[in-house]
């Protein structure tokens, strides 16, 4: 079992629209998407599901403790 991994700074990513799956545990090998690293690393968390209906750049949070999951909304630069 590992340790969920928070980053301090989000991912910038061009999204396009459809149902997507972002790691919330940190742990994926392509992030800022989940890729089961949760299930195989046992950490209990679940990836964040939602529909993403606007392409466009987005600022998806790593550190989890965004009050807008997915988004960034700062909350990582506040300490
Ligand atoms: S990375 Fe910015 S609020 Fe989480």
Same mark, same amino acid.
Request: hydrophobic fraction near 25%; aromatic fraction near 4%; charged fraction near 20%.
């Given at each position: 079992?590992? &340790?969920?991994?928070?980053?301090? =700074?989000? $991912?910038?990513? @061009? @999204?396009?629209?459809?149902?997507?799956?972002?790691?919330?545990?940190? !742990?994926?090998?392509? !992030?800022?998407?989940? &890729?089961?690293?949760?299930?195989? #690393?046992?950490?209990? $968390?679940?990836?964040?599901?939602? #529909?993403?209906? #606007?392409?466009?750049?987005? =600022?998806?949070?790593?550190?989890?403790?965004?009050?807008? $999951?997915?988004?960034? &909304?700062?909350?990582?630069?506040?300490?």
């Amino acid at each position: 079992m590992a &340790d969920p991994k928070h980053g301090n =700074a989000p $991912i910038i990513v @061009e @999204e396009t629209v459809g149902k997507k799956a972002y790691c919330m545990c940190g !742990l994926s090998g392509k !992030l800022p998407y989940c &890729d089961g690293a949760h299930n195989r #690393e046992n950490t209990g $968390i679940v990836p964040h599901v939602c #529909e993403v209906t #606007e392409a466009g750049k987005k =600022a998806v949070c790593q550190c989890h403790k965004s009050g807008n $999951i997915p988004w960034c &909304d700062g909350t990582h630069s506040r300490g």
